[in-house]
């Protein structure tokens, strides 16, 4: 089947660790996503790519970092400097690298908790 | 300012009953592109419908309807006879033309009681 698999589904870090969050997709998308989602808000995007080895800072970008070596992957780190990392984050690509017009796919999310 | 506005936070309906999503979004494209996303528990985001901002012809998939008018910037989403499934939190997202990522509405919460 074809989508998008993000893992793991919870994670628990203690603080001042880094993490890395997985997001892998089949569909052949050229663009992917990362949100952020808090309690009761709507999402708020992280970074974004549009193309292998080429990524550009989203609204809250500050604290994360990303990489895009493959068409499929775009892993999310959460860094230390991330002052409060407890959130759902999101997985999405959509088809075309041209612009965000095109409809966004998303994962099934993983829930990061800070101990 | 906030480009989609989705003012109702939570709404509660019994089953069968009719219900009606508002969305409100705010942009200077003329060229743009509208979206309506169900997120269940489970906490995946299902994509439910992309409107571009030239064919604001209703539609209707089974027991879901859109109704977008430019007049008044806004693309509200009805459920006709409730389900239980239905309780979710629905997301109205704008992408613009000339932009680089979606804007979303900060979600209405609906709960359907059976």
């Known amino acids: 089947d074809g989508g998008i698999t993000q893992s793991p589904k919870y994670l628990f870090r203690k603080e001042g660790q880094n993490v890395t969050l997985s997001c892998e997709q089949n569909l052949n998308h050229d663009a992917m996503y990362w949100y952020r989602q808090d309690p009761g808000q709507g999402l708020r995007l992280i970074y974004y790519?549009?193309?292998?080895?080429?990524?550009q800072k989203g609204d809250i970008a500050e604290g994360y970092s990303v990489s895009r070596e493959k068409k499929e992957s775009f892993p999310l780190t959460v860094t230390s400097a991330q002052k409060n990392p407890t959130a759902f984050y999101l997985c999405?690509?959509?088809?075309?690298?041209?612009?965000?017009?095109?409809?966004?796919?998303f994962g099934p999310g993983t829930r990061l908790t800070v101990l | 300012a906030q480009k989609v506005t989705q003012a109702q936070t939570e709404i509660s309906v019994v089953e069968k009953e009719d219900v009606t999503l508002d969305c409100v979004y705010e942009t200077r494209d003329t060229t743009y592109y509208l979206f309506w996303y169900k997120q269940p528990p489970s906490g995946e985001l299902v994509f439910l419908i992309r409107r571009n901002s030239f064919d604001e012809q209703n539609e209707i998939s089974g027991r879901y309807s859109w109704n977008f008018q430019k007049s008044t910037s806004s693309f509200n989403f009805t459920i006709t006879a409730s389900q239980v499934v239905d309780s979710a939190v629905y997301f109205c997202?704008?992408?613009?033309?000339?932009?680089?990522?979606?804007?979303f509405g900060t979600g209405t919460s609906l709960t359907v009681i059976p």
């Open positions: 790519s549009q193309i292998v080895n080429d990524f």
């Open positions: 999405a690509s959509s088809l075309s690298r041209t612009g965000s017009t095109d409809t966004q796919y």
């Open positions: 997202a704008l992408s613009e033309n000339t932009g680089n990522q979606f804007y």
